[in-house]
C-alpha cells in the first residue's frame, strides 16, 4: 500500500511537523500533473513538496509495499497529494473481495483517486472533502469498491477530514496521540467502502471531522494495512525516529510488513478479532 508522508511547515523554513498519509503495505490478514505540483500515485514515490504561498504547506515522502500475492498488479491502493490551498491528501484502498469475481480491486481505487485529483480545484467541491468523495465517486465507472479517506489543510493549519471505512488518520503531538479517525463498519472486517454497486455508501455515509494541525504535529494517514500491522505505540516511536518525512514514511511501511509477515507477531488485528468474539 501506498504511503505518502507529509511534513507541515512554515512558510520560511520547513519544521519537524509531518503530515503523513501513510497507506502502507496491505496486510496478507495471518489474522485473515503539474498544474500545483498534483500527483497521483500507485506506485513507490520518495520525496515530494507541495509547498506554495504563505502559511502551512506540505513536504510529502510516500513509500510503497504492495500485499506479496499482489506485486504484479502493484498493489490495490492508490493516494493523491496536492498543494493546492494548504494541500490536499488522499488515500483509497480497493476491496479485495472483487478479485473473486475476476475483477482488478486496484482499477476503481485508482480512477477514484484520479478523479479526486482532477477535482479538487473544481469550484462546486468549495474545498470540502465529503463533497470531493461525492463528486470523484460519481464520475468513476470502474467495477469494484474501495474504503477512502480525503484531508484538506487550510493554511491557517485546520484539517478537514472525510472518511468512508477503515482508511484512517491520526495525529501526534509531542509523543501523543491527540486525534484520530473512527473506523467505520457494517461488522467486523467488513467496512463501509464506496462503491460501483448500489448497496455500497456514499459520500452521505462519510464521517467529517476538522482537527487544528499545530507546528511540529505528525499526521499518519492509512489504510488498514498499516494500522491491522503496527500499534500506536509503534508508530509514535517511529515518527519521533526522524526528522525527513520519506525515511518515516518508509520505517513505518517495513514494520507494518514485516509484522504482517511475522506469523508468531500478535498484531492489533489479531487482538481486536480476538476482543470480539469472546
Not at 22 to 29: A, G, L, R
Not at 215 to 236: C, H, K, P, Q
Not at 239 to 263: C, E, I, P, R, T
Request: hydrophobic share 35%; glycine share 8%; proline share 4%.
Amino acid at each position: 500500500m501506498e504511503s505518502p508522508l507529509f511534513k507541515l511547515c512554515s512558510s520560511i523554513s520547513c519544521t519537524k511537523t509531518f503530515l503523513q498519509p501513510i497507506s502502507t503495505v496491505n496486510s496478507p490478514k495471518l489474522h485473515s500533473i503539474n498544474k500545483r505540483k498534483k500527483l497521483v500515485c500507485s506506485a513507490p514515490s520518495d520525496s515530494n513538496s507541495v509547498c506554495s504561498g504563505g502559511g502551512v504547506f506540505l513536504s510529502i515522502g510516500t513509500h510503497l509495499i504492495p500485499h506479496p500475492n499482489k506485486v504484479e498488479k502493484g498493489g490495490e491502493d492508490a493516494f493523491f497529494i496536492s498543494s493546492y490551498k494548504g494541500g490536499v491528501i488522499a488515500v483509497a484502498d480497493g476491496v479485495s473481495g472483487w478479485a473473486e469475481r475476476d475483477v482488478n480491486p486496484a482499477l476503481f481505487s485508482r480512477e477514484l483517486m484520479a478523479h479526486a485529483s482532477n477535482l479538487v480545484e473544481d469550484e462546486e467541491v468549495q474545498y470540502d472533502p465529503r463533497t470531493l468523495i461525492k463528486k470523484a465517486h460519481a464520475a468513476t465507472s470502474s467495477t469494484g469498491s474501495a474504503t477512502a479517506i480525503v484531508a484538506m489543510l487550510e493554511r491557517n493549519g485546520t484539517m478537514k477530514i472525510a472518511n468512508v471505512g477503515d482508511c484512517g488518520l491520526h495525529v501526534v503531538r509531542k509523543g501523543q496521540i491527540v486525534f484520530s479517525t473512527s473506523p467505520q463498519e457494517h461488522y467486523f472486517d467488513c467496512p463501509y467502502q464506496l462503491s460501483s454497486e448500489a448497496v455500497g455508501q456514499t459520500y452521505l455515509d462519510a464521517t467529517v471531522t476538522t482537527v487544528e494541525i499545530m507546528e511540529g504535529d505528525t499526521v499518519v494517514m492509512g489504510s488498514d494495512g498499516l494500522f491491522d500491522n503496527v500499534f500506536a505505540r509503534e508508530i509514535i516511536s517511529v515518527v519521533g525516529s526522524y526528522n525527513n518525512s520519506a525515511d518515516a514514511a518508509k520505517a513505518l511501511a517495513n514494520l507494518a510488513y514485516d509484522h504482517s509477515q511475522n506469523s508468531k507477531f500478535d498484531s492489533p488485528y489479531s487482538q481486536e478479532a480476538r476482543a470480539r468474539v469472546s
